[in-house]
Every structure is written in C-alpha cells, then in structure tokens.
T-cell receptor, first 113, second 115 residues
Framework: AQSVTQLDSQVPVFEEAPVELRCNYS??????LFWYVQYPNQGLQLLLK??????LVKGINGFEAEFNKSQTSFHLRKPSVHISDTAEYFC???????????FGAGTRLAVHP | DTEVTQTPKHLVMGMTNKKSLKCEQH?????MYWYKQKAKKPPELMFV???????INESVPSRFSPECPNSSLLNLHLHALQPEDSALYLC??????????????FGSGTQLSVL
C-alpha cells in the first residue's frame, strides 16, 4: 500500500520570502511523485513530477522539488513567493504500472504582503 | 484544446432526484477519471476508464454510476444520493496506457449539493 504525508496543513509566509512544503511518502513498490496546485474554485494543475533520473526537478511558476530516496521525501521549494502563489498544494504518488494517483492531505500556502 | 470541460458547474438535487454530471476532453486522451473532493480535503479517486473500459472502481456505492460513451466523454449518473455525497466532483484525463507517468488534466469540477 502507498501513503502520502504532508507534514504541514498550513504554511503562512510573507511575499518574496522562500518557502518549503514538506512531503513524505511510504510505498513497498517504486512510485512516481507529483506536486499539484489547486487555486480557489478550480481543478488541480500539475506543478512538477519526478519519474527517474536527476533528483532535482523544476516545474512551473518557479517551483522545484527534490527527491530523496533514503528519506522517502519529495519537498517542494520556491526561493521567492508571490501573493498569487496562495493556494492549496497537494503531493501525490502513483505506483509504477498503475493508473491510480494517491494524494496527500494538502498544504494551504498563504502568502501575505 | 488542452481543456477538460465539466458541466454543470453547480448542481443542487434532492435525495430522490436523478441527475448526471458530464465531462468532455478533445485532447485524444484515452484515460479518464472521476474524483470526489470534500471541503478542505484531498481528491479521492472514484473511477478510472482506460480505452473506454472501466479499469478501476474504488468501491464506490452503486448510487454513483459512471459511463464512458466514447473516448471524449465521461458521465457520472447520480441516483438516490445522500447529503454526505455533497462535494466537488472532479473529472480528469491523461494520455492513457499502462501506468500514470504523465500529468492529469483536471476540469474545474461540479459543486454538488444534496438536500
């Protein structure tokens, strides 16, 4: 079985400050890893994904994430946030070979001026 | 066209009503999904269609009945729902094939309220 833990339910931060949203996963098989963002009253958009290769992946809107196999983590980072980054962020995994995306509980990023 | 379109955006129904949610994509994707999202919770997978055949049913109650009439359309038929079924219902699509190693494209959802 697979599970995803997002350690922070809410992260408040000031504009232009750096931010890290934490994600840990548990799985008995190899997984693909994703970060999705959900703006109010909208569906989800893919920020970035890790399939294999380089452990540092870059996504849209200046976000990046680093896969750490030994710590089973996939933390999301941005060096300088904007007000428009205020949204819900979901870490997700899918077992390789399956069409099933499993989401973490989400982290609410609130960027303040 | 890189959109997944869901209709209606909002739906209010009584417990004895029958209604349908619709989802459409014209990206040539061969996998389509229904997710249910309660307020302040992550999306939960309900159904997956792959090449127009139901491939995953996450033990969803029979009052929810999915249908995939063709590769571009996905419906969710609703009958005798309960108030606890009130949620945002999200449709998504992906290119398809075995294994989800590419992105899901999500629609904006249908906000359902069951009275």
């Amino acid at each position: 079985a697979q599970s995803v833990t997002q350690l922070d339910s809410q992260v408040p931060v000031f504009e232009e400050a750096p931010v890290e949203l934490r994600c840990n996963y548990s799985s008995s098989v190899s997984v693909y890893l994703f970060w999705y963002v959900q703006y109010p009253n909208q569906g989800l958009q893919l920020l970035l994904k890790y399939l294999s290769g380089s452990t540092l992946v870059k996504g849209i809107n200046g976000f990046e994430a680093e896969f750490n196999k030994s710590q089973t983590s996939f933390h999301l980072r941005k060096p300088s946030v904007h007000i428009s980054d205020t949204a819900e962020y979901f870490c997700a995994v899918t077992p390789r070979g399956y069409n099933k995306l499993i989401f973490g509980a989400g982290t609410r990023l609130a960027v303040h001026p | 066209d890189t959109e997944v379109t869901q209709t209606p955006k909002h739906l209010v129904m009584g417990m004895t009503n029958k209604k349908s949610l619709k989802c459409e994509q014209h990206m040539g994707h061969r996998a389509m999904y229904w997710y249910k999202q309660k307020a302040k919770k992550p999306p939960e997978l309900m159904f997956v269609y792959s090449y127009e055949k139901l491939s995953i049913n996450e033990s969803v109650p029979s009052r929810f009945s999915p249908e995939c009439p063709n590769s571009s359309l996905l419906n969710l038929h609703l009958h005798a729902l309960q108030p606890e079924d009130s949620a945002l219902y999200l449709c998504a699509s992906s290119q398809g094939g075995t294994g989800l190693n590419e992105k899901l494209f999500f629609g904006s959802g249908t906000q359902l309220s069951v009275l």
